[in-house]
Structure formats: structure tokens, C-alpha cells
């Protein structure tokens, strides 16, 4: 992506069309929530371009998703400081320097490993002031080709994969702050029928209530991990994130809603 004055600029009917997609889809999350409560919309923003961002940050928005390290750290350098930044994609540990150099990264979506976890903390600049929060992914879909840990269930030992992970952010990395968990789903159930509950959306409910009920009784656990005690949750995209809401999701990470189709995949591996 190039900072170049020629494409900084999105033309005024790409603004408008932007500002539109904005205004439908915010209506929709308002509709979805319980009253009360705001999910927090975040403009996944993938493949676009700067100006499209910027164009979308002058209509209000400030929530925005990018899967890929350079890509977003490309982006940051030239778009507003107030952005509040979320990293969706692939988490590799080689990459955690350049993401956690990034002053308005405010979360990232897809911790599964102590490793990563452990490069990320080391890697926060000292003099940054606040925490980079962090959401555990879990792949309810089981699918293998998602990445992301294993969900919960009350049958799972206490030294399961996930609580162990949670511990460790929370008592080994002062820099990092469990927020909450973040799951990606499958198609196949977004597509299924209106009335039936979301498996993922359950399973993730599920692990979040799991997860929490286990670290609240760990007494060893002396640092503030969640959103007022309370584990956050991360699901929902275009063609899901009204049912999400009314599954109880905090986040939902909308793309192709907002800034229309995205070129197909190609050579980059897009994560999910
Ligand atoms: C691309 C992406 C999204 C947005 O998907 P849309 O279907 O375009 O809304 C959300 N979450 C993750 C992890 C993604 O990679």
C-alpha cells in the first residue's frame, strides 16, 4: 500500500457509499443488542485502502480490523493516531515486534500460544503506557484448518490448553491484558437457518463461562484479567453478526458489509 497523495483521498461517491454501508450495518448491530447494551462494530478492513479508512474515521468510525502484520503497521503509520486498531489475522511470533511497535494497536484477536503471548510482552515498547489487550481464539468449528484452541466443556481438566494460556497472560505477561476470546466459526453454520442457535456462538458462550468461573476461583491470580470481571466475546462477521449479537457477543468484526466484496484470496493466505 502506498501513502502516495494520489490514493489518499477515497472520491466523493466511494465516501458516500462507504458512509452508507456504515450507517445500514450500524443500525443493524443497534436492532440486534439488547438494550442497554452497544457491541463495539469494528470495520474489518483487509485488502482496502487507506483512503476507504479514512474516509469511514471522518463518518465517526474508529473501530478497525486488519489481518495482516504489515499491512496494518503500513496503514498505522499513515492514518489517524486515534484509530483503535484490532489484529484479526495469523499470529506469528516473528511478527510481534512490528505489531506491538504499533502505539494504537489496542487489541489483538487471535493469541493461541504462551510463545506468541510471551513475544508479544516482551516486545511492548517500555514507555507505552497502557496494556495491548488480548483475546484467546478458539476454534468451536473444530475444522482444521482454523486455527485457534480448543472450546471448553465442564467435562475439560483445569490444566486444559486454554487455562493454561489464560494464566499465563495473566500472571507472566504485565503488558499484555486477557480480555477475552475470539472465535472465527464456520460457514457452513452462518448460512444455516435463523431459528437454530449458532453452535459456535454457544460453544464460545459456553468456554467464556467456563474459562471465567476458573479463573475466578484461582486465587493466585492477583492481576485484573476481563472488562469489569468479565470476559469479553469476539464472533460475529457480514453474514452473521445480528445473530452473534443476540448470542451475546461484545465484538463483531464486519468487512464486506461495510467496504463491499474483497479481491479473492489469491497468493496471501487470509486467516480463517
Ligand atoms: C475477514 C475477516 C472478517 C470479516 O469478514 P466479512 O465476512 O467480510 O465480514 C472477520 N473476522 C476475521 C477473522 C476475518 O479474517
Same mark, same amino acid.
Given at each position: 500500500?502506498?501513502?502516495?497523495?494520489?490514493?489518499?483521498?477515497?472520491?466523493?461517491?466511494?465516501?458516500?457509499?462507504?458512509?452508507?454501508?456504515?450507517?445500514?450495518?450500524?443500525?443493524?448491530?443497534?436492532?440486534? +443488542?439488547?438494550?442497554?447494551?452497544?457491541? $463495539?462494530? @469494528?470495520? &474489518?478492513?483487509?485488502?482496502?485502502?487507506? %483512503?476507504?479508512?479514512? !474516509?469511514?474515521?471522518?463518518?465517526?468510525?474508529?473501530?478497525?480490523?486488519?489481518?495482516?502484520?504489515?499491512?496494518?503497521?503500513?496503514?498505522?503509520?499513515?492514518?489517524?493516531?486515534?484509530?483503535?486498531?484490532?489484529?484479526?489475522?495469523?499470529?506469528?511470533?516473528?511478527?510481534?515486534?512490528?505489531?506491538?511497535?504499533?502505539?494504537?494497536?489496542?487489541?489483538?484477536?487471535?493469541?493461541?500460544?504462551?510463545?506468541?503471548?510471551?513475544?508479544?510482552?516482551? +516486545?511492548?515498547?517500555?514507555?507505552?503506557? $497502557?496494556? @495491548?489487550? &488480548?483475546?484467546?481464539?478458539?476454534?468451536? %468449528?473444530?475444522?482444521? !484448518?482454523?486455527?485457534?484452541?480448543?472450546?471448553?466443556?465442564?467435562?475439560?481438566?483445569?490444566?486444559?490448553?486454554?487455562?493454561?494460556?489464560?494464566?499465563?497472560?495473566?500472571?507472566?505477561?504485565?503488558?499484555?491484558?486477557?480480555?477475552?476470546?475470539?472465535?472465527?466459526?464456520?460457514?457452513?453454520?452462518?448460512?444455516?437457518?435463523?431459528?437454530?442457535?449458532?453452535?459456535?456462538?454457544?460453544?464460545?458462550?459456553?468456554?467464556?463461562?467456563?474459562?471465567?468461573?476458573?479463573?475466578?476461583?484461582?486465587?493466585?491470580?492477583?492481576?485484573?484479567?476481563?472488562?469489569?470481571?468479565?470476559?469479553?466475546?469476539?464472533?460475529?462477521?457480514?453474514?452473521?453478526?445480528?445473530?452473534?449479537?443476540?448470542?451475546?457477543?461484545?465484538?463483531?468484526?464486519?468487512?464486506?458489509?461495510?467496504?463491499?466484496?474483497?479481491?479473492?484470496?489469491?497468493?496471501?493466505?487470509?486467516?480463517?
Amino acid at each position: 500500500m502506498s501513502a502516495s497523495q494520489s490514493d489518499s483521498l477515497a472520491t466523493p461517491e466511494r465516501a458516500a457509499e462507504l458512509r452508507e454501508n456504515l450507517l445500514e450495518v450500524q443500525q443493524r448491530v443497534q436492532q440486534a +443488542a439488547p438494550s442497554g447494551r452497544t457491541p $463495539t462494530l @469494528i470495520a &474489518v478492513s483487509k485488502y482496502k485502502p487507506a %483512503s476507504d479508512i479514512q !474516509a469511514l474515521y471522518e463518518a465517526g468510525q474508529r473501530e478497525f480490523g486488519e489481518n495482516y502484520a504489515q499491512e496494518l503497521e503500513d496503514k498505522a503509520a499513515v492514518l489517524p493516531a486515534d484509530i483503535r486498531w484490532h489484529f484479526i489475522g495469523t499470529l506469528q511470533s516473528n511478527k510481534a515486534k512490528g505489531l506491538a511497535s504499533i502505539r494504537n494497536l489496542t487489541c489483538i484477536q487471535t493469541l493461541t500460544s504462551m510463545k506468541a503471548a510471551t513475544a508479544l510482552n516482551r +516486545a511492548v515498547p517500555a514507555d507505552r503506557t $497502557t496494556p @495491548i489487550n &488480548v483475546l484467546l481464539q478458539v476454534n468451536t %468449528s473444530g475444522e482444521d !484448518a482454523k486455527s485457534g484452541i480448543e472450546p471448553l466443556t465442564p467435562e475439560s481438566a483445569s490444566d486444559a490448553e486454554l487455562v493454561k494460556l489464560a494464566r499465563h497472560v495473566i500472571s507472566e505477561c504485565p503488558r499484555l491484558r486477557l480480555l477475552g476470546l475470539m472465535t472465527i466459526g464456520s460457514l457452513s453454520e452462518s448460512l444455516s437457518s435463523a431459528e437454530k442457535p449458532n453452535e459456535d456462538f454457544e460453544r464460545l458462550k459456553q468456554t467464556r463461562d467456563l474459562l471465567q468461573d476458573t479463573l475466578g476461583k484461582d486465587s493466585s491470580l492477583t492481576r485484573k484479567w476481563g472488562e469489569d470481571g468479565r470476559l469479553v466475546l469476539s464472533m460475529g462477521m457480514s453474514k452473521d453478526f445480528e445473530a452473534a449479537i443476540r448470542a451475546g457477543s461484545d465484538y463483531v468484526r464486519v468487512g464486506t458489509s461495510i467496504f463491499g466484496s474483497r479481491p479473492p484470496k489469491g497468493s496471501a493466505t487470509a486467516s480463517g
